[in-house]
């Protein structure tokens, strides 16, 4: 025990050294587990200092620190992409930089990260698309084999592999095209029809609603509200939790909705989070556990997208 605590104390030394050490280059670091990004903003006015030197020193800190515990940073797997809309990146001419090593490391228009494709515009279209791909497969897959299986257990195994898909990660849609939310609510039709024997030019009627499945779009304000209400009850980390604050606005309690000046600023969950928590009955906010918070937006939230 007494080996496992010093080895503890020791790595948490390290991760507080290359923590600080990016905090100093003036970037803003978030990581997952062993997954960590790096990023900061700037204005097309500032690409050449923000592209050039400092994320130059920025790499050259992490290849220093890594060197100094014996590690090293592998240029075939580090990627580097800028973020906005279509008319600011026009405006960026810089298109890779030179890492330690003289390793030449060009500019994505994608990354892949936890399993999401982050494009640069934030469309998340290419992750859809790819989805809405993957997911008609397994689709396919699963009709052929249907025979076999029960339509409760059709339902089951539908809800294992296709619904787990749409719903991961699927608070990152908000605001997207809808186009883009009519391509994920195709998905879902299709598994619908997969579980209940349609075909696939079959109309697909009350099918939702008899599977009480709620539509695509309400999925998604179901998941941002979630994750709100663990941020307001201490169920969530703390970097969450800092961006919500109560305002006593025309005598009334409410979530402070900051202001945003652009689309991208109101699909921020800072910007979307507050926007549909204030929108709630107070007898869902003041719920008393996680499990009957969740029992009773599912309740609201089906009610309003089939009009009960």
């Known amino acids: 025990m007494g080996h496992f605590g010093q080895m503890g104390q020791l790595r948490q030394r390290k991760w507080d050294n290359f923590y600080h050490w990016w905090i100093h ?25 923000t592209l050039t030197i400092r994320i130059l020193n920025c790499f050259k800190t992490i290849h220093n620190w890594m060197i100094s515990f014996f590690l090293q940073l592998n240029p075939g797997k580090t990627q580097v992409i800028v973020f ?3 008319n600011i990146l026009n405006q960026i001419n810089i298109g890779g930089i030179i890492l330690p ?14 399993g999401i494709t982050l494009d640069s515009n934030l469309s998340f279209k290419t992750h859809i698309l790819a989805l809405k791909k993957d997911c008609f497969r397994l689709i396919r897959n699963v009709v052929k084999k249907r025979f076999i299986f029960t339509t409760d257990q059709m339902k089951l195994l539908v809800n294992s592999i ?7 990660c699927n608070a990152l849609y908000f605001g997207v095209n809808e186009q883009l939310i009519k391509q994920l609510q195709l998905i879902q039709n299709a598994a619908a029809k997969a ?16 599977l009480h499945w709620l539509p695509v779009q309400f999925r998604i304000h179901f ?11 201490g169920f969530a980390p703390e970097y969450l939790e800092s961006m919500f604050k109560y305002v006593d606005f025309n005598h009334s309690i409410s979530l402070y ?6 689309h991208m600023g109101e699909r921020s969950f800072q910007g979307s989070g507050p926007e549909l928590w204030n929108c709630l009955p107070l007898e869902l906010e003041t719920c008393s556990s996680i499990e009957s918070f969740k029992s009773a937006l599912e309740a609201r939230l089906f009610g309003i997208a089939f009009g009960i």
């Open 162 to 168: 296709i619904a787990c898909r749409l719903d991961y």
């Open 84 to 86: 906005g809309p279509q």
């Open 223 to 233: 998941k941002i509200l979630l994750i709100v209400y663990k941020c307001l009850n």
């Open 25 to 49: 280059c003036g970037f803003t670091i978030h990581g997952y587990a062993d997954d960590h990004q790096v990023y900061k903003s700037f204005k097309p006015s500032e690409q050449a200092d």
């Open 257 to 262: 909705e900051p202001r945003v000046l652009s």
């Open 101 to 114: 090593g003289n390793v030449c490391v060009r500019f994505v228009s994608s990354a892949r990260n936890l």
């Open 195 to 210: 579980v209940v024997g349609l075909y696939k030019h079959d109309h697909l009627g009350d099918t939702l609603k008899e």
